[in-house]
Structure formats: C-alpha cells, structure tokens
C-alpha cells in the first residue's frame, strides 16, 4: 500500500520530469480521447490531490469532476486555458512557470526587436540572393534613444526592460497597476502607444486583454512605429495589423504568437516588413527542463514529500 498523492497528468514532458512525477506521485495520464478521459475521471477523479497541465482546457467542469483537487501547476506562463477565478474560489492553488522561463522570453524578445529594427531577415536574403556586389541594402532603425511602451510588467516585462535599457533604448510601462520602478508609467495600451515608437506585448491573456491592442492602438504609434508580440496572438487585433500595415501605417512587426495557431495569416507571410516565429518563446532544451523542474516542485511542495535536490 502506498501513501503517494494521486495526481493527474494532462502535458507532454520531458523523461526526466515524467520519472520525478512517478517517484513522488501515483500518475494517471489523461487520454486525449474525451470517452477515454472521461472513463478514467470517473475512476480515479474522486483521488485526484494535483493536476498537472499545459495546453489542456481545465474548465469548471473538469475541476468539478476532481473534488479533491488542491493545486493545478501549469507548465506554461499563461492561465488562459484554466479556469482560475472558478478554481481560487474553491480553494485550489494555480501555479505557472513565468517565473522560470522570463529570461528565455525576454531573450527572445530582444533578438526580434533586433531583427526587425536591423532588418535582419532581409539583410539576409538581401546576401543569400546575391544584391551584395552591386546594390546597398537600405539603412536600418537604431535602438538608441528608441522609445518602446511595454504592455504588461510582470516577469517577462520587466526582464525586457533591462535588457532595452542596455542597448541604449527607453522603455515605459503600462499594466493593471503601477510597479516599484522609475520607468514612466501610463494608465491605458492607447496613453502608451502615444508615447512611444513601438509597442512590445508580454501580457497575459484575459477576457480583458482580449483584442486590446486594436486598431486605434497600432495606429497609435504612426507609420514609422513597431508592434512586438512574444505574449499571446488574441491580445493583438491580427486583421487590423494586417490593414494597418497594407496602407503603410505601421514600420514592421515581429510576432512570435498569432490569432490561430499554427495558423497564419498568409498577407502576414508575405510581408517583408515582418519577422515571424513559432511560438518559441521559452524554447530552449534548458528553459524547458527548468519548467517541468518547477512545474514538479510546485506539485511537491503543495502536496508534500521529500524536494528534489536542485543545483542552483
């Protein structure tokens, strides 16, 4: 017999997060089949103590369906796919790893700004189709004395301000609440866009953030500004980006996150004027590792047992 806490595992992770999970927990996988899910919540949801999740819908349902629920750790930053105000209200804890992998995000961060403030993806081509020995490639845009509006200062937010603040930019903030930082603040995305020639999106998703950054907000920022978005791709209104920058309203954007993923948008694809990844933000081998480290730390610590030793 044994005195393990059941937890349920709704991620794909990695060998050695799957093997500290089953040391310290009894793991039932949740089967992608929702009659083969549903099966297995009617026999084991009643001893179901944590839940670990990525990209599976965690509604009011299935948390009903596990009423000895005490924590869900997300491997991810964001919450959007768990409902959390229905959850907190029954006393079960959320944890995310947005502490973990903000360096890594912010990284990423950086290096767009720079591929599209340089031109880089068509400095490339610009060499590989062989213009080099007789055409010049355009001057680019510097950071320095650049002024760029951060839309939400959480962990990831403020890794990227310090980061812009080396290459000589001048980043401002705008979020729910002022921070404990002298960086300029603004109330609203639109007081933000105003002040600033490019915008970089690190909010979370919300039914509030929602489309926040429309229309008005791009335009916002003028014909020679810049969007950046390594958050969520519903925060940004895709169909007026795509407008805006069809009538040269807008310099160029860097996207790492879209509307419908992997789905995008062909005049996206299209547009020199855009640098594009897929959702790479905390990808990395190591960031990845350090996420389902935490992720299983969090599930440990809630529930009780002996910690992993970590090295620091």
Same mark, same amino acid.
């Given at each position: 017999?044994?005195?393990?806490?059941?937890?349920?595992?709704?991620?794909?992770?990695?060998?050695?997060?799957?093997?500290?999970?089953?040391?310290?927990?009894?793991?039932?996988?949740?089967?992608?089949?929702?009659?083969?899910?549903?099966?297995?919540?009617?026999?084991?949801?009643?001893?179901?103590?944590?839940?670990?999740?990525?990209?599976?819908?965690?509604?009011?349902?299935?948390?009903?369906?596990?009423?000895?629920?005490?924590?869900?750790?997300?491997?991810?930053?964001?919450?959007?796919?768990?409902?959390?105000?229905?959850?907190?209200?029954?006393?079960?804890?959320?944890?995310?790893?947005?502490?973990?992998?903000?360096?890594?995000?912010?990284?990423?961060?950086?290096?767009?700004?720079?591929?599209?403030?340089?031109?880089?993806?068509?400095?490339?081509?610009?060499?590989?189709?062989?213009?080099?020995?007789?055409?010049?490639?355009?001057?680019?845009?510097?950071?320095?004395?650049?002024?760029?509006?951060?839309?939400?200062?959480?962990?990831?937010?403020?890794?990227?301000?310090?980061?812009?603040?080396?290459?000589?930019?001048?980043?401002?903030?705008?979020?729910?609440?002022?921070?404990?930082?002298?960086?300029?603040?603004?109330?609203?995305?639109?007081?933000?866009?105003?002040?600033?020639?490019?915008?970089?999106?690190?909010?979370?998703?919300?039914?509030?953030?929602?489309?926040?950054?429309?229309?008005?907000? $791009?335009? /916002? *920022?003028?014909?020679?500004?810049? !969007?950046?978005?390594? &958050?969520?791709?519903?925060?940004? +209104? @895709?169909?007026? $980006?795509? /407008? *805006?920058?069809?009538?040269?309203? !807008?310099?160029?954007? &860097?996207?790492?996150?879209?509307? +419908? @993923?992997?789905?995008?948008?062909?005049?996206?694809?299209?547009?020199?004027?855009?640098?594009?990844?897929?959702?790479?933000?905390?990808?990395?081998?190591?960031?990845?590792?350090?996420?389902?480290?935490?992720?299983?730390?969090?599930?440990?610590?809630?529930?009780?047992?002996?910690?992993?030793?970590?090295?620091?």
């Amino acid at each position: 017999m044994t005195d393990k806490p059941h937890i349920l595992k709704a991620a794909k992770l990695s060998e050695k997060t799957l093997g500290e999970l089953a040391d310290r927990f009894i793991v039932h996988a949740l089967p992608e089949d929702a009659g083969e899910a549903s099966r297995l919540l009617d026999q084991v949801g009643s001893q179901i103590r944590g839940l670990a999740v990525r990209k599976t819908i965690i509604d009011k349902a299935m948390i009903d369906r596990l009423p000895a629920l005490e924590i869900i750790a997300s491997y991810s930053a964001g919450t959007e796919n768990i409902d959390t105000e229905y959850a907190r209200g029954k006393g079960i804890t959320i944890a995310n790893t947005s502490h973990i992998l903000a360096l890594e995000v912010a990284n990423l961060a950086l290096a767009q700004i720079l591929a599209l403030t340089r031109e880089m993806i068509n400095a490339d081509r610009f060499v590989r189709e062989g213009k080099w020995p007789t055409d010049v490639f355009p001057l680019a845009r510097s950071l320095k004395g650049m002024r760029v509006g951060i839309v939400g200062f959480g962990h990831i937010g403020s890794e990227i301000a310090k980061r812009l603040e080396v290459v000589g930019a001048k980043p401002s903030y705008t979020g729910p609440n002022r921070k404990p930082t002298e960086l300029p603040f603004y109330e609203t995305p639109l007081e933000l866009a105003r002040a600033n020639q490019m915008l970089v999106i690190t909010c979370p998703l919300t039914p509030q953030t929602r489309g926040m950054i429309g229309a008005e907000v $791009l335009g /916002a *920022l003028g014909p020679d500004g810049y !969007l950046v978005n390594i &958050a969520r791709g519903p925060i940004v +209104d @895709e169909q007026a $980006l795509i /407008a *805006l920058l069809a009538r040269d309203g !807008l310099a160029g954007a &860097a996207l790492d996150v879209f509307e +419908d @993923e992997p789905d995008v948008p062909q005049a996206l694809i299209d547009d020199r004027r855009v640098v594009l990844s897929p959702h790479i933000g905390s990808g990395t081998v190591e960031t990845r590792q350090f996420m389902g480290d935490a992720m299983v730390d969090a599930l440990v610590g809630k529930l009780g047992g002996e910690p992993f030793a970590r090295p620091n």
